[in-house]
Every structure is written in structure tokens, then in C-alpha cells.
């Protein structure tokens, strides 16, 4: 075992699910990471939050759709200083709008930081967490790359590509000790979803089995489930926490 401490890095954690995320880690033991793009005074709240109720937080800025910075904070920040036990994609932006009206900046931006801010933070955290033998990847996929969803072309095709991520990641560092799995949200209560119209947040609503939309800690309680030991032998899968609005 390391002296490092136990360490969980949560990306886009200034908010929402991923704050959810970073506060459930910090209860379970971890030493958190999170990081932030925008909004500093946000990300530094939650850090000082989890200091606050005992726990140990640092935020970082860092734009995961910027794979030159994504290396750097990994080499600067995280190798040989931590023990990286728990990788969380959680970072993601929308561009929504119908197929026919999307402008190529909008499907590049979007598969940008969800897909390919996962692939160079994992491609990151792989290289580390193989020399330590341990690890757990964690990608925050979404229900709209399970089963598709009109005006979200980029943002499906983005998060469909994290389940390929994850399968493809999980078969390679499995002999290193390293789990790789999804978490596949339905509709959960923060920004991003806040954002939509609200007939169509109405329509989601009368779609849910469960009906009620979900809470970022429905999410951070699958997080956490699947980076604790009792999970140790389940790689390569897609957990959905969606209310029954698709299985
Ligand atoms: P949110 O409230 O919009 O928060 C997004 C987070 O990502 C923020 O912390 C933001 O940082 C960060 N971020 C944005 N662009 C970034 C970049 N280029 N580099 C690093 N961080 C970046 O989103 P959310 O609803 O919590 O969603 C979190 C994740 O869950 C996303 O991957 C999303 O696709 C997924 N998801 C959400 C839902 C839902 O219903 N909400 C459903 C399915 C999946 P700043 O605050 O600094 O801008």
C-alpha cells in the first residue's frame, strides 16, 4: 500500500452531479480533487465545504476538452504526489438543436470535452493508476447514448462513445487491477437540465416510472458503489440510474 493519500479526482465538480460526486468521495475516505473550468468561486466552495465537515479538497482549473492541459496537470499535479484510487469523468457540456441546424462548432464542442476529455483524462490516469496496480474509472455517460434522443445528436454520439470508451479501457488495464465503468444518468435535477424548456422537463416527468426526476445524489450513490471495494469485480459495465425511463 502507498503512504499517498487516497485520492479521488472528480472532473467538472464545481457544481451539479459532479459536486454531488465530489462530496459522497470525501465521505467515503478520499482526499478529493475537483476540478472546474468557469467558475472558481464555485469549485473553491465545495472544496472548502468538504474541509469544513472534516474533509480533505483542492480545486483545480482545468479545461479536459485541452488534452496539452490535461497531461500537464496530470504530470504536475497528480503522479508520484497522490495515490490516484478514483477517476470520475464527470465533466460534459450540451449544444442542443435538431440535426439539420447544427453547426459544426456545436457537435466538435460537445464531443470535445465529453468523449475526448474522458479519453486524455483516462489515458492519463491509466499510465498512473498501472504503476500503482489499483485503480477504478468511473464515466459519467447519459441515458441520451443509451437510447438516442432528438436535438442531442452530438451529445448522444458523445456519450454513446463513453460506453465504447469504457468497454474497450476495461478489457485493457483489467490485469493491472484497474476497473473502467459507466454511470448512465436519466433526467437529474441541476444546470444543465434547468435549462430546458419547461413543457419538455413536463414530458420527461410523465415518461419516469419511478416519477420523480433524479437527484445528483442518486448518481453519487452509484459512484460510490462502484469505486469501493464491493464492486471489485464488476468492470465494463453501464449502471443506469434513470427511474426506469429505459431499461
Ligand atoms: P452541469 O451542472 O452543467 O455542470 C457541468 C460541470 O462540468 C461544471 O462543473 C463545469 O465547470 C464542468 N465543465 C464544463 N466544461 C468543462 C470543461 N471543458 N472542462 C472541465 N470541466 C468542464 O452538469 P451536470 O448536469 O451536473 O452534468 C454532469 C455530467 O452528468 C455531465 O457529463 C452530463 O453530461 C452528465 N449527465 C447529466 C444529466 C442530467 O440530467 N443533469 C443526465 C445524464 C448525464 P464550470 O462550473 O467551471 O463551468
Known sequence: ???LPRTALVTGASRGIGKGIAEEMARQGCQVYLTYVSRPEEAEKVASGITASGGSARAFRLDVGDPAS????FQDEVR???DLA???NNAGVTRDGLMVRMKDEDWDAVLNVNLRGAFACTREAAKIMTRQRHGRIINITSISGQMGNAG???YSSAKAGMIGLTKSAAKELASRNITVNAVAPGFIQTDMTAALPEDVQKAYL?????KRFGA???IAAAVAFLASDRAGYITGQVLAV???LYC
Open 216 to 218: 445528483v445524489d442518486d
Open 86 to 88: 478514483v477517476l470520475v
Open 1 to 3: 500500500m502507498s503512504d
Open 152 to 154: 442531442q445528436l452530438n
Open 242 to 244: 434513470n427511474g426506469g
Open 70 to 73: 490535461v497531461t500537464a496537470f
Open 80 to 82: 508520484d504526489k497522490v
Open 206 to 210: 410523465g415518461q419516469i416510472p419511478l
